[in-house]
T-cell receptor, first 116, second 114 residues
Framework: AQKVTQAQTEISVVEKEDVTLDCVYE???????LFWYKQPPSGELVFLIR??????QNEISGRYSWNFQKSTSSFNFTITASQVVDSAVYFC?????????????FGAGTRLFVKA | SQTIHQWPATLVQPVGSPLSLECTVE??????LYWYRQAAGRGLQLLFY??????ISSEVPQNLSASRPQDRQFILSSKKLLLSDSGFYLC?????????????FGPGTRLTVL
């Protein structure tokens, strides 16, 4: 069965600090997809990144970077030089091929507080 | 560009009353559609998904139901609400085909059952 664990419930940092959000997943599939979403206080989830299981290259997008390590079943998300606007709940998610990818499992989320 | 709408934004309903939440998508055809529920301080739970008109897959047995009467319309219903139905309901869409693509979420409906 698939499972996504975000062990960090809440993280609090001061602006300009770097912060890493951890995500560990479990799956029996060899082909799967991982996602990160951001949920600001308004409530609407915003897609950040999708990564398939065959692509272990790390990705950087501005202040955001993602580290995918299949060997440890982790897909961690780092925000560099955090800003107050980064304050949100961040969700890691997993879709497996055996369900056509429709049954996306979300982690419990990590709430990030960035203080000015 | 694609837009997803949900209404109402907030709803307070008594236990035992019916429910109807609506979601519509603009700017795309034959999307995959999803209903999620988020309990306070929790992650998202997939309730239903649909790959086409009239095609509904239920993920969690409960007193909720979903319907897709039109290509870009997805409705979540209940005949009798329970206290445990309180939560934040999110509708999402993804491009047609497999579900591996990223999902785009609506603004959500905050439901309180009293």
């Amino acid at each position: 069965a698939q499972k996504v664990t975000q062990a960090q419930t809440e993280i609090s940092v001061v602006e300009k600090e770097d912060v890493t959000l951890d995500c560990v997943y479990e799956t029996r599939d060899t082909t799967y997809y991982l996602f990160w979403y951001k949920q600001p206080p308004s409530g609407e989830l915003v897609f950040l990144i999708r990564r398939n299981s065959f692509d272990e290259q790390n990705e950087i997008s501005g202040r955001y970077s993602w580290n995918f390590q299949k060997s440890t079943s982790s897909f961690n998300f780092t925000i560099t030089a955090s800003q107050v606007v980064d304050s949100a709940v961040y969700f890691c998610a997993l879709s497996e091929t055996n369900t056509g990818g429709f049954k996306t499992i979300f982690g419990a989320g990590t709430r990030l507080f960035v203080k000015a | 560009s694609q837009t997803i709408h949900q209404w109402p934004a907030t709803l307070v309903q008594p236990v035992g009353s019916p429910l109807s939440l609506e979601c519509t998508v603009e700017g795309t055809s034959n999307p995959n559609l999803y209903w999620y529920r988020q309990a306070a301080g929790r992650g998202l739970q997939l309730l239903f998904y649909s790959v086409g008109i009239g095609q509904i897959s239920s993920e969690v047995p409960q007193n909720l139901s979903a319907s897709r009467p039109q290509d870009r319309q997805f409705i979540l219903s209940s005949k009798k609400l329970l206290l445990s139905d309180s939560g934040f309901y999110l509708c999402a869409w993804s491009v047609t085909g497999t579900g591996y693509n990223e999902q785009f979420f609506g603004p959500g409906t905050r439901l309180t059952v009293l």
